[in-house]
């Protein structure tokens, strides 16, 4: 069994290399981008097994993730959104459009990789 692919959608580096630290550490492969564009490039067809989305752009976010969810070949595919919006608990949208778990910032590395795996299907 190889390793499993993340990919890490999120405009601020730190946060890219904070989460891919975290994944790398836990067994992860990591591939990132810092824009939803490149995110979507990247989505080509790779054997991508899940992806974290920072969410600082609400709409701009969703529109990637039912972006992801047209895609064939991505459409059973965790997405993990990263928000510090309060709020966005509260309006559960981005479940309706395909979210598959929501993690509230500010979040420890621990917090990351329990959902990640929870996701891993045969586990590492």
């Keep these: 069994m190889g390793m499993k692919t ?4 999120d ?6 290399q904070l989460l891919s630290f975290a994944l790398k550490d836990a067994g992860y492969w990591v591939v990132s981008a810092a824009t939803k ?31 992801v969810r047209s895609k064939t070949e991505y459409r059973s595919t965790p997405i993990v959104v990263l928000t510090g919006d309060s709020r966005e608990r509260k309006s559960r949208r981005a479940v ?4 598959s778990a929501l993690i509230m910032k500010p979040f420890t590395p621990k917090q990351l990789i329990d959902v990640v795996r929870q996701f891993s299907r045969s586990g590492i």
Excluded: C, P, Q, W
């Design 37 to 67: 564009e490149d995110a979507v490039d990247t989505l080509d067809g790779s054997k991508i097994e899940m992806v974290i989305i920072g969410l600082n752009e609400k709409k701009e976010g969703m529109a990637f993730i039912k972006e």
């Design 6 to 9: 993340v990919l890490i959608v």
């Design 96 to 99: 309706k459009i395909g979210e």
């Design 11 to 16: 405009e601020s580096t730190a946060m890219r």
